[in-house]
């Protein structure tokens, strides 16, 4: 198991290695990705869900709703699992 600081630098090359992607995530992939993100970075998602017509607001606030109670360490595992998954060059 990774020590935090290892977890963080890990975390924070995912986070550069997912802007060199060669192809665009499908929008699950993107949706997964903002939350684990949000999860690790602020914790539990707030209690405001975007209105009605913000239907790109509310599929990623109820992505990260679904994280509720995940550590942020998980969370961050999560995330770099995910990016490794991506399409690179």
């Not at 998602?45 to 975007?50: I, L, Q």
Request: proline content about 3%; charged content about 25%; glycine content about 8%.
């Amino acid at each position: 198991m990774a020590t935090d600081s290892t977890l963080q630098a890990q975390f924070e090359a995912a986070q550069a290695q997912a802007k060199t992607a060669t192809q665009r995530p499908d929008n699950d992939t993107l949706l997964s990705l903002y939350a684990y993100f949000k999860q690790a970075t602020l914790g539990d998602a707030g209690d405001e869900r975007p209105g009605t017509f913000d239907f790109v607001g509310r599929a990623k606030y109820d992505a990260w709703l679904k994280l509720k109670g995940t550590a942020p360490e998980e969370a961050m595992r999560g995330y770099i699992f995910v990016v490794a998954g991506l399409d690179y060059d």
